[in-house]
């Protein structure tokens, strides 16, 4: 549930201009949104914001005393979400419909479309 609207696992959406967001986990409602602009680290005097006219994020335009004109190449940095451990991945091996059946590594059959729910092996 994303501002009064539900989505499904797997589900994305944009937040207007500034974030799109995914859910990950339909069952809790966990959902993560990642901004659509990228930061900048601080900015010198020398250098401004511009709103592109049709375009969500500012520019960043920087006339430099020493160098000129420049336009800076922005950096993404990431944010961690908070209070949130890893979690394990699924332990699934899933042949889509439509493909041969497949056997598992161990003479076992997988039938299309259905979760082989037990199996070892490496995943190298």
Avoid at 41 to 58: E, H, L
Avoid at 90 to 100: E, F, M, R, S, T
Wanted: charged share 10%.
């Amino acid at each position: 549930l994303y501002h009064g609207k539900l989505y499904n696992q797997g589900e994305s959406w944009d937040d207007g201009c500034k974030y799109v967001c995914t859910c990950e986990d339909g069952s809790t409602g966990m959902y993560k949104c990642t901004s659509k602009c990228p930061s900048y680290p601080a900015i010198p005097s020398y250098c401004s914001f511009t709103q592109v006219p049709g375009q969500c994020c500012p520019s960043l335009h920087c006339n430099s005393p020493t160098f000129g004109n420049y336009n800076p190449i922005p950096q993404l940095i990431p944010t961690p979400r908070p209070n949130i451990a890893p979690t394990a991945t699924n332990p699934y091996l899933i042949v889509q419909p439509g493909q041969q059946a497949v056997t598992n590594g161990q003479g076992t059959v997988v039938v299309p479309g259905q979760p082989l729910t037990s199996f070892t092996g490496n995943t190298n």
